[in-house]
């Protein structure tokens, strides 16, 4: 183990490097331009968005196309508690809440399904809920829309808007990273991971299948509700186009691009959402499409675990150059004999598993 | 009386858009296992490849012959050089390839072709027939019965012939197969070769109605899985019963239930799968997937 | 003439070598055995040949080296290998497996006669021939993968421990089975098999193999009479 | 990867305690982007103004949102060749566009508004799309951003009141509406009127505007009312539905092209022969009507204020010739304009010259002001009898409009109905 490593496992440097970031975290907006907080507030947005996404998809093995439909659902509720002069933190509650409870019900048929049914279903939530968004009118502003401005900075803070929704933003998303965080590597975490792998397998082990994924779901959609009050923080206006399907594409794309199944994974998702666009935007928009699909090809050819897994990548290959041995036959180390090479699983051995990688 | 019956009629051509997509997705199933995605982008591509041959002046059946035996190779090389790597990882990792790839699809044919509607010449005449008080025109009830033909020739490729079983072998356990001497990977390209063939026969008959823009089939996606769904993954028959049956319901329900109405009718297809999944969970006509673990 | 050679065979499953150099022929028509413990590389030994594993050394079919072609190709060759684990296509039923299993043979008219021929060997698969194989007990799918391999009408049979999950009576039916078929077809065999008594009952001469290398070689007789010594070892 | 995961936890823990901390202490910052009042507005030089588009360049609107580009970059393009604009102050300036794509997403055009706050834009026109243009009128307004001449029928942009900073450009939808709404009253005969329309603002204003036109006259009644969903991949039921009402009229807000050719295949084939009314942007004769096989319909209405280069009509116009070259050349938009909205965008360009040749100072306000007193300004492209007036408030710059009918190969004004 190279010096480096032992090093950086000492407790106070780690504590140390913490309160460096947090401390950069906290001033950042006061020194920044303006449109670089409001980018990072953007960011903070679908950060929680791609978060919920991996909770059902990373790390649960569930395709979720209807992520969107939370979002907007969450910046709908949003609107309509403080039009109707809520208090913020109710209404933080209530966006997550409906949200919740919306995912749950939606949750409990579509869990029944196996497979990739799950994933044809969830497609309906984003395509349904637009033309609902425009029917209900009185609640949603039917297709022009709703504004409900409650993120501008109030006086005491003499603090500017922009900065003041950083600050928001910044500590519902750490909270949801927290809280992620703890889920995952808590007992829900194992029990999703074991769903994911092999849900037969899983149900042997006394973990129910259908109750983790329903799970799995429900925490997803309340991620996404938050997401919808960020989306409404940062905007201050939303309209069925907030939910249409396309965004759900992006998502996905997001999530496995940031790494699916990976906490910190899907903070790097959150930026690349919203940095590509404007990369293609500066460039020739009618790239954008296309560019997004081939970003999403390229990474899950060359980068399974997603961009979060690049810096172990590049210490595997450069360890790997750095211990090559002497040219000739593979290593002669003696053959550690495990059993799995002869009782090899029906049929024939399992080959290299492209699949969605999983970080501990 | 009549305008339900012409309701019955319209619903039945507008369901048999959705059987074209559907048919393909059972095909890539029933022959590599897995659930594409991208097969209306696909589709979409291949009529506009179709639409660059008549700009060549070429006569629209040339256009259209041409277009379907590019489709093959096309279907066959995505397969090998994108899908082959995940074919035997995880299911949800393939369904995000066929994501990314229908993204790439739209993406190049919007950058080619722009996203302006293209007008795009019929095979069928524009005239209309009447038929039990129902008027319907030439070219929708041609759909139907080319898509109807296909069903059959589908249905009877899968039982009938070895390639049909041998692509329901490869897709059932692909090493095995290897050991009775079936040429896994031929097989597979020729699976997906194949659905591409069918996307691009959907994609041509439904173009001139409406009309060749990137994201033509973005919403009959949705349908045709719906009716993947509910027809179950292993039956093409099913698909296309369960295709026809969406298009008309939502036709009557948009038209007889006011609650629901025009706007809310694609909720159709959705509220019946909840309702009958609870009850069959592979589908109407889907055989239950045994698994011995 | 030899059938099958295989010299200084060595095998790995990435960094792990399980096998160290094996040797092994079959005689036109014969029927040797591969016994050894748990981990011995027996099965692998069989995908070296069948073509799923990577191979070093020479592996010689009707003389012509066939190390490392594709499965499919070896299976062309007129090898039929009946996996651990017998590799049912579960979703397909009973007579599709049959006529999957002949799925490179010319002569399609013989066909259904030699599936006759299977239901006929194996009376079990009778009634359930139209059934799901998936839906089908340990022993009847080993009987169903044993009939697909022999649908091919190979020259040469891999028969990856047959006995493994089943009840003692029933490898006994399955056995008796697959010596009636080397009677009639006078099919060669390859039987890796963990409990010798059963494989005795069918093969002519045996290896016996020890950490990827042949330890022990020679007549069924022979063999059987060093078993009081080496009981314990190959496990009675 | 340890670290990283470890900071998340306490990161939370340190960020709400500090928060408190350091809002009391707040401190200022230079007032980067926010118009001040005194002296040149951001995005003004003595020699060139740069002004900003935020439109779909990508995704399914993509086609009429590159127009809106595709006109103005065509104007200001040969504009700037000829020298640039001689402004009120006595400075002559070339105008520079800058576009960015939203992809008819609310996130992205305020996300692009900020950016172009940030690039110092002078003033954001020509954007395509309600929910767009919605997403960022509030933070245009607080940072008193003119947002003007966009393209959208939303009555909300051009009321001074509550948009300050705001100007629609194109007729409100109850404009066109309400235009054929006159025409039909003034028949005096017995009409029955279907209505099949957009489920949205747009379909709405239309229909509300029809309906104020004809209220109160008794010979005109509405027979049948029917929705349908941009998203939706027929109308046919609708059609069915609609012709068992008998209706004479068809009054159709439709914005989908692919749709109105299916509905004008349809009721020719169920054998309902109406009047129809077809709105400015799905009226094109050879995009729509041909297609449609219109002829065989007893007359095909509608409204327009621009000369369509397509039409056979205006083939040799000076005006529009010169449209088509310099959207070639400067618009990067070489085939036909297949969409109303570059002819449309040409026009705001005019405006917008208009409203520089009577700036005297170099600021918003002055822009605003300026912009705001233009009467009966008859742009290239517009058709007779019509004119840009952005006097009066609750109106866009253009609200008049002129009724149409197809005469087979384009289009001829219709003085009454029938």
Sequence with gaps: MSSVTSLRSNRTLRIVLIAVVAILLLVAPLVLPVFANQTLVRIGVYAVAVLGLNIVMGYTGQVNLGQIFFVGLGAYVTAYGVNHGWNIVVVFAAACVIAGIVGLLVALAAARLGGLAIAMVTIALPIVGVPLAKRLDEFTGGSQGISARFSDAPDWSRLYSDQWQFYIVLLVTAAAFLLARNLVRGKYGRAFGVVRENEAVAASMGVSPYRTKVLAFTVASIFGGASGFLYLAAVQYTSPETLSFGHSISLVAAMVIGGAGSIAGSLIGGAYYVFVPQLTNAIDPSFTTASQGAILLAVLFLLPEGLVSLPRVVRRLTRRRSKRPAPGNSPQTAPARSPVTEAAPEGLQKTERGKIGHEG | MGTFIQLVVDGLATGSIYAALALAIVLVNQATGLINFAQGGLAVLSSYIAFAFLQLQLPLIVAILIAVVLSFFIGALVERFLLRRFERGDPDTAVVVTIGLLTLVTGIAAMIWTYNNRAFPSLFPLTSVEILGAVVSVRSLATTVTIVVIMVVLQLLFLRTKLGLALRAVADNPASAAFSGLPVGRLLMVGWGLAATLGAVAGVLVAPQLTLTPGMLDTALVYALASVILGGLSSPVGCVVAASAIGVLENLVAVYVPLIGHDLKIAVPFALIFVILILRPQGLFGRKVVVRV | ?236 | MKVRNKSGGALAIVAMASVVALSVSGCTRDGAGQGNGSGASPGITDTSITLGITTPLSGPTAGPGTCTVAGVAAYFGAVNAAGGVKFGDGKTRSVNIKSYDDAYDPQKSLSNFQQMVSDNIFAVTAGLGTPTNRAFRDAAISQKVPQVLVMTGDPLFSDRKQSPWQLGFVPIYQNEGAAFGKLLAGSKDQHKVAILSQNDDYGKGYVSGFKEAIKGNSSISIVGEQTYEATDTSVDAQLTQLASSGADVFFNAMSITPLVIAALQKGQQIGWKPSWFLPSNTSSPTAILQPGGATAYPGIYSVSFAKAPQSPVFAKDPDVVKFLSELKQYGNYPDMPAFPHCMWSYMVGATLEQAFKNMTEPTRDNFMESLRDIKGLKAPLMLEGTSVDTTVDGQPAVSTVVVQKYNGQGYATAENFG
């Design chain 3, 1 to 236: 003439m030899t059938l099958l050679e295989l010299s200084g065979v060595t095998a790995s499953y990435g960094p792990v070598q399980v096998l160290e150099g094996v040797e092994l022929s079959v005689p036109e028509g014969g029927s040797v055995g591969i016994l050894g413990a748990n981990g011995a590389g027996k099965t692998t030994t069989l995908r070296a040949i069948s073509g799923t594993v990577r191979t070093g050394g020479r592996i010689r079919f009707e003389g012509r080296d066939i190390r490392g072609f594709r499965p499919d190709r070896v299976a062309a060759l007129g090898i039929a290998h009946v996996p651990e684990g017998r590799g049912t296509l579960g979703q397909l039923s009973v007579r599709e497996n049959l006529m999957v299993g002949a799925y490179l043979r010319k002569d399609r008219r013989s066909i259904p006669a030699d599936i006759e021929y299977c239901l006929d060997l194996f009376p079990q698969l009778q009634d359930r021939v139209a059934s799901r194989a998936a839906s089908l007990s340990g022993g009847e799918q080993q009987m169903l993968a044993v009939a697909r391999a022999f649908m091919a009408k190979p020259k040469l049979l891999l028969l990856d421990e047959a006995s493994l999950g089943l009840a003692p009576s029933t490898s006994k039916t399955v056995y008796e089975a697959i010596r009636r078929l080397r009677l009639d077809s006078g099919i060669a065999m390859l039987v890796v098999e963990q409990n010798a008594n059963l494989a005795f009952s069918l093969v002519d001469t045996a290896t016996v193999l020890e950490t990827g290398r042949n330890v022990l070689t020679g007549s069924s007789d022979e063999l059987r009479g060093m078993d009081e010594i080496r009981r314990a070892y190959l496990g009675g």
